[in-house]
């Protein structure tokens, strides 16, 4: 028989995961897709107001702050927060961390970012969840706002987190809220990670024309 899902839409699972230190996922740097990126261009418009949900310690907040842009990173682990808050203001870093559940943000962010950037979050929530999650990301975004988005693990199975992502799976959950512009491999990954995570440029839907599908960045 199938294990039972664990509760991973209660903050206090992931609660419990940093107070035992079980945080595997922690890279201890931004992910190198996004290092990548930035570094060999501009993924969003100068300043842009970019939201990072599921932003753990704030990694790739920080780095994304670093380059000047706006950002808001929201995370509902209490400890994720305030080490986040912690290491931008040893930085001295305007980026702003939120405790919040990613998916009550739409009724204060209506509109309200630029930008997206996802990793890690779409495959922490429950996999029931993806649609409401998309939508969320839709409706915190400008119209023609972009969400740029990493997806991991890349691979079979239904137990998690992480929650296995396929490519179907992504243009599923997507697909009625973002159009995709461009995907593929990232640039860059985290060895352990290499050749399980798939990079996306999406724009929210606002009937906007969309460029032919090429490389995310
Ligand atoms: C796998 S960790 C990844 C953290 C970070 N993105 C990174 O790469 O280090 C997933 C994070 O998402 C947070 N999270 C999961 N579901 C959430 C929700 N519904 N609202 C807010 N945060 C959530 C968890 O607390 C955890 O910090």
Redesign the pocket.
């Given at each position: 028989m199938d294990e039972p899902r664990k509760p991973?839409?209660a903050?206090a699972y992931?609660?419990g995961l940093?107070a035992e230190r079980q945080?595997g996922?922690?890279?201890g740097e931004a992910?190198p897709s996004l290092q990548a990126c930035l570094a060999s261009g501009r993924p969003f418009t100068p300043g842009a107001r970019v939201a990072?949900?599921?932003?753990?310690?704030g990694?790739?907040a920080r780095l994304l702050a670093r380059h000047g842009f706006a950002v808001t990173g929201?995370?509902?682990?209490e400890a994720?927060v305030t080490e986040a808050r912690q290491l931008a203001s040893h930085e001295r870093l305007a980026a702003t961390f939120e405790r919040?559940?990613?998916?009550t943000l739409a009724k204060d962010y209506a509109g309200g970012f630029d930008a997206v950037w996802e990793?890690?979050?779409f495959?922490?929530?429950d996999p029931d969840r993806r649609a409401e999650y998309a939508r969320t990301l839709h409706d915190i975004l400008k119209p023609g706002g972009t969400l740029l988005a990493c997806f991991y693990p890349l691979k079979d199975g239904t137990d998690g987190?992480?929650f296995p992502v396929s490519r179907q799976g992504i243009e599923a959950a997507l697909g009625p809220y973002f159009r995709i512009v461009e995907s593929g491999a990232p640039p860059a990954s985290p060895e352990r990670r290499r050749g399980l995570e798939w990079l996306v440029r999406a724009e929210r839907r606002s009937g906007a024309p969309v460029d032919s599908p090429g490389r995310a960045c």
């Amino acid at each position: 028989m199938d294990e039972p899902r664990k509760p991973v839409s209660a903050a206090a699972y992931w609660e419990g995961l940093y107070a035992e230190r079980q945080d595997g996922w922690e890279l201890g740097e931004a992910a190198p897709s996004l290092q990548a990126c930035l570094a060999s261009g501009r993924p969003f418009t100068p300043g842009a107001r970019v939201a990072v949900p599921g932003c753990g310690r704030g990694h790739d907040a920080r780095l994304l702050a670093r380059h000047g842009f706006a950002v808001t990173g929201f995370d509902f682990a209490e400890a994720a927060v305030t080490e986040a808050r912690q290491l931008a203001s040893h930085e001295r870093l305007a980026a702003t961390f939120e405790r919040r559940d990613v998916f009550t943000l739409a009724k204060d962010y209506a509109g309200g970012f630029d930008a997206v950037w996802e990793y890690t979050c779409f495959c922490a929530i429950d996999p029931d969840r993806r649609a409401e999650y998309a939508r969320t990301l839709h409706d915190i975004l400008k119209p023609g706002g972009t969400l740029l988005a990493c997806f991991y693990p890349l691979k079979d199975g239904t137990d998690g987190p992480p929650f296995p992502v396929s490519r179907q799976g992504i243009e599923a959950a997507l697909g009625p809220y973002f159009r995709i512009v461009e995907s593929g491999a990232p640039p860059a990954s985290p060895e352990r990670r290499r050749g399980l995570e798939w990079l996306v440029r999406a724009e929210r839907r606002s009937g906007a024309p969309v460029d032919s599908p090429g490389r995310a960045c």
